[in-house]
Antibody, heavy 122, light 108 residues
Framework: EVQLVESGGGLVKPGGSLRLSCAASGFIFSSFSMNWVRQAPGKGLEWVSSISASSSYIYHADSVQGRVTISRDNAKNSVFLQMNSLRAEDTAVYFC???????????????WGQGTLVTVSS | SYVLTQPPSVSVAPGKTARITCGGNNIGSKSVHWYQQKPGQGPVLVIYRDSDRPSGIPERFSGSNSGDTATLTISRVEAGDEADFYCQMWDSSSARVVFGGGTKLTVL
């Protein structure tokens, strides 16, 4: 059974940093692109970052460009999101999602985690 | 940047057909995916590559994409279909994933 389990969320002050993790199981992790998508309270889905299966291709949304870094460790079946210079508008549930392909953008996101809540507030 | 436009809400009676649209410039030339999200849960892929259905998704869910509009069609709507629905695509021009704003489906 495919499982994606996010962790690392919490309360952080504006300007602070957090590192989110997503532990994957039930599939050959190194064969799939991975993504982070967030959802602010009561709002819609917003794409954050994507990383290809071999980490050769990395993409970030304009809203987080320069403040976040996506990475993965295929040996540990995990994908990470390092978030710096956090702002109130970064408050959201952050979902980890698997793409149905090695290549970013080729297919849809077929498995999602339950999300981890990040709250940026003083 | 590319924009996907969805109606905020769609209402339908049980047993009828719901159609949720996703508008974008020449979206018919792109590959569109659809997600269903129920309160407190993560999204679920219901249609990918315009009209393909993942295993486990009922045949009542179908998709089409042509011109400037992609459409998710739900036949014989059930109370359990009530949820938020999002369209999504990859904008190769900007190398960005794009989501529509979401449509709340209400079953009357």
């Amino acid at each position: 059974e495919v499982q994606l389990v996010e962790s690392g969320g919490g309360l952080v002050k504006p300007g602070g940093s957090l590192r989110l993790s997503c532990a994957a199981s039930g599939f050959i992790f190194s064969s799939f692109s991975m993504n982070w998508v967030r959802q602010a309270p009561g709002k819609g889905l917003e794409w954050v970052s994507s990383i290809s299966a071999s980490s050769s291709y990395i993409y970030h949304a304009d809203s987080v460009q320069g403040r976040v870094t996506i990475s993965r460790d295929n040996a540990k079946n995990s994908v990470f999101l390092q978030m710096n210079s956090l702002r109130a508008e970064d408050t959201a549930v952050y979902f980890c999602a698997r793409e149905m392909s090695r290549i970013v953008g080729a297919q849809g996101f077929d498995y999602w985690g339950q999300g981890t809540l990040v709250t940026v507030s003083s | 940047s590319y924009v996907l436009t969805q109606p905020p809400s769609v209402s339908v009676a049980p047993g009828k057909t719901a159609r949720i649209t996703c508008g974008g410039n020449n979206i018919g030339s792109k590959s569109v995916h659809w997600y269903q999200q129920k309160p407190g849960q993560g999204p679920v892929l219901v249609i990918y590559r315009d009209s393909d259905r993942p295993s486990g998704i009922p045949e009542r869910f179908s998709g089409s994409n042509s011109g400037d509009t992609a459409t998710l069609t739900i036949s014989r709507v059930e109370a359990g279909d009530e949820a938020d629905f999002y369209c999504q695509m990859w904008d190769s021009s900007s190398a960005r994933v794009v989501f529509g704003g979401g449509t709340k489906l209400t079953v009357l």
